[in-house]
């Protein structure tokens, strides 16, 4: 049974789709008028040839995530031997240099062992996140809006400082929208689960 796509997201401040790329299959001459945030869910190798210049090829590791800047029309195609999926968030607006996520319960600082910079620049600060089996996470708070991308499936509790504790099951590859919040977290499955976190500065 053919496991269901997670809609896509809309909003004013990015577009998220899931699309999956067949190998040795030449895209048609497009362009990106947005810049990108890549998140791969497999290891491939991937030729982008600009409308009159030279090929360009690009290869990444199974949940590798990388920055793609807007770029003129330009044809595409796969080159490793097995389909591709990638989730895409085009970002939509301008980074505001007043919005950072650099507080004291930001979770880089409440907990640099299982939260990872992977880069930050205007628009986009994007982080991973690895938490053992049945590990907890003190207190820490997003204040940006964000998407999180599951690598793996999903078993958590996240709990505010109310005393609510929500459980989120997700399978790996979805993706869902969030904004600013507190909580405490933990990982209630027996593997480690592994995301990646796009917060946007606009």
């Known amino acids: 049974m053919a496991q269901t796509p997670p809609p896509p997201i809309d ?4 577009k998220v789709v899931k699309v999956t790329d067949k190998p040795h299959a030449k895209g048609s ?3 990106h008028k947005l810049n990108r945030v890549m998140i791969y869910l497999q290891a491939g190798r991937q030729d982008i040839t600009p409308q009159g210049g030279k090929k360009i090829t690009q290869e990444w590791k199974a949940g590798e995530v990388k920055w793609s800047p807007a770029r003129g029309m330009h044809t595409s195609e796969i080159t490793s031997d097995q389909p591709v999926t990638i989730v895409e968030l085009e970002v939509k607006k301008d980074g505001d240099p007043g919005k950072t996520g650099n507080t004291a319960l930001d979770p880089l600082k409440v907990d640099p062992k299982d939260y990872k910079l992977e880069f930050e620049n205007s628009q986009v600060r994007v982080i991973r996140v690895r938490m ?3 590990r907890s996470v003190p207190l820490h708070e997003h204040v940006l809006n964000r998407v999180v991308v599951c690598l793996t499936d999903q078993n958590g509790s996240m709990t505010t400082p109310d005393g609510q504790t929500t459980t ?21 499955l027996d593997h ?6 796009v917060e946007f500065k606009s």
Do not use: C, M, R
């Not at 909003?11 to 990015?14: A, G, K, P, R, S």
């Open 11 to 14: 909003n004013d401040q990015v």
């Open 29 to 31: 001459l497009h362009e």
């Open 132 to 134: 053992a089996a049945g």
């Open 168 to 188: 989120a099951l997700h399978s790996a590859g979805d993706f869902t929208w969030g904004g600013p919040t507190k909580h405490v977290e933990k990982n209630n």
């Open 192 to 197: 480690a689960f592994e995301a990646v976190i």
